[in-house]
């Protein structure tokens, strides 16, 4: 049975349009030391932005703390290695989450602290490694499985619920964060590979306990905090994962439901009908790199926000962007244009299909995704093409299909279906990477379209299908 006062709390959360989770380790150590420039990083691409909340991670992935803990060792402590500005910060009386805490409030922006509750940086990051690990080796996954990392925790284990409840409870009572994120994607799998669905209940319980703790610490400082989770961006993948999220939101165990890692198509309308009339918000992953484009082209990044925003998403969740970088400065106006259809309107996009496999820290991501594909001749693949946009209203200057493959060479020949309509290559262009096909606006429907690519002679391997759409005007 649901918790009356936490389903209260659920129906009440604030909607914001756009949420900014910024990867403290990168904003950190590009500071070099110096605390104002760390400030500026964090702070200085969101400043007359449409981000609304900022998600911030320490940088230690809820193995070591980039914070003064005393559930958790400083990042470095096993080695004798601690950063020294971390160090400095704590001794000046700079805790860095106070510090974002307090620049935050300054600029009227929501704060969470989203915990990557089984990161494995770890893994190849010695300075993360923590000496719990070291001392308790057989709560670790280990190695001899298909998938997942050798220093992933086991969440069957008692001892390991029992330290990431001490850390979430720690972070909730000594800081004064709006809310928390569960970052259940950082990362799969929670238990012995192939036994996660069994083990559901366990990360639903665990759930409960963590509700609970947010529940009683926002009853005592008079202000609820809201919980956020982090899942796959399909049900069949948070099923394979453990990740029991009907009964998530049913229960009233959850505010937001944040969806994806890196996937372009995210079943945003299957979480949306779970979460109808209990006031959980659905907020789809635009990721910095999706299906391996990188960087991400700016058009991609609209074309991705419009197809969000068609499938009804409560807003959109920026992961991975480092817009303070100098190489990627142009992000920057992204976190204005993507926050509405509104500010889409007119420029450039590029709608492209799901691209990618499986992965040995993301075991169910891409479930659906079709490429990359090789095809022999009369070999065909079905790929489909999400396209947010109304393209009759107003009509593009330039709409063209573009199919990307390795090596196309002149003994390869390919028919190419839109809606099971067979297009007309006669005024394609082609070239050893592909080819471009020159679309008339009704050949391509808004919402899910089916491109067809059949192999009619030779062999290809295709990489991407894409949908440039150009206003000839910025």
Same mark, same amino acid.
């Given at each position: ?7 209260? &709390? ?25 605390? %104002? ?33 005393? #559930?958790?060792?400083? +990042? ?11 160090? =400095? ?27 990557? $509750? ?32 050798? +220093? ?33 994607? =950082?990362?799969?799998?929670?238990? #012995? ?10 990360? @639903? ?15 005592? =400082? ?22 029991? #999220?009907?009964?998530? $939101? ?13 996937? $372009? ?27 391996? %484009? ?10 991705? &926000?419009?197809?969000?925003? %068609? ?92 199919? @990307?493959?390795?090596?196309? +060479?002149?003994?390869?020949?390919? &028919? ?12 394609? @262009? ?32 295709? @990489?991407?299908?894409?949908?440039? #759409? ?5």
């Amino acid at each position: 049975m649901a918790d009356n006062t936490v389903a209260d &709390a659920v129906s009440s959360v604030r909607r914001r349009r756009l949420i900014f989770n910024c990867d403290g380790f990168g904003v950190f150590h590009d500071a070099q030391g110096d605390y %104002y420039r760390w400030i500026h990083n964090v702070f200085g691409p969101l400043e007359d932005s449409q981000v609304e909340a900022l998600f911030w991670c320490d940088g230690a992935g809820g193995n070591t703390a980039y914070y003064d803990s005393a #559930v958790l060792e400083l +990042t470095g402590q096993r080695l004798g290695k601690v950063p020294p500005f971390l160090r =400095r910060l704590i001794d000046e009386g700079r805790d860095p989450p106070k510090v974002i805490v307090r620049e935050a409030r300054k600029r009227g922006l929501d704060v969470f602290y989203s915990f990557r $509750i089984n990161d494995v940086h770890d893994d190849f990051l010695p300075d993360e490694f923590p000496t719990f690990k070291e001392q308790h080796p057989e709560w670790m996954l280990g190695e001899g499985y298909p998938y997942g990392i050798k +220093t992933g925790l086991n969440f069957a284990i008692p001892e390991v619920r029992q330290l990431k409840l001490a850390v979430i409870q720690e972070i909730v009572r000594k800081y004064d964060f709006d809310g928390l994120e569960i970052d259940f994607l =950082r990362s799969a799998p929670y238990f #012995v590979p192939g036994d996660e669905p069994q083990y559901a209940h366990v990360l @639903t319980d665990l759930l409960r306990e963590v509700r609970h703790t947010l529940r009683q610490r926002g009853q005592e =400082r008079g202000r609820p905090i809201a919980l956020a989770v982090r899942v796959d961006e399909n049900l069949d993948a948070c099923r394979l994962d453990g990740f029991d #999220v009907a009964t998530w $939101i049913r229960d009233g165990l959850v505010d937001i439901v944040i969806l994806g890692s890196g996937a $372009i198509d995210i079943e945003i309308e299957g979480f949306k009908m779970l979460a109808e009339g209990t006031g959980v918000l659905v907020y789809p992953c635009l990721y910095g790199w999706p299906s391996k %484009y990188v960087p991400l082209p700016a058009e991609l990044a609209r074309g991705l &926000a419009s197809n969000y925003w %068609y499938q009804g998403a409560d807003g959109i969740y920026l992961f991975n962007w480092f817009p303070h970088e100098a190489n990627k400065s142009y992000l920057i106006p992204l976190l204005s244009e993507v926050s509405s259809p509104a500010t889409l309107g007119g420029k450039p996009l590029m709608f492209a299909a799901d691209r990618g496999r499986p992965q040995c820290e993301y075991p169910h991501n891409w479930l659906q995704a079709a490429l990359p594909e090789t095809l022999a001749a009369r070999e065909y693949v079905n790929v489909p093409l999400m396209v947010g946009a109304d393209l009759s209203q107003p009509v593009p200057s330039v709409l063209n299909l573009v199919i @990307t493959c390795e090596r196309l +060479t002149s003994d390869d020949a390919l &028919a190419v279906q839109l809606n099971n309509k067979l297009l007309s290559v006669g005024a394609s @262009t082609r070239s050893r990477s592909g080819m471009t096909i020159p679309l008339r606006p009704e050949e391509a429907k808004r919402g899910r379209n089916q491109v067809n690519i059949l192999v009619t002679s030779g062999g290809v391997t295709v @990489t991407a299908v894409e949908l440039h #759409v150009d206003y000839g005007r910025a």
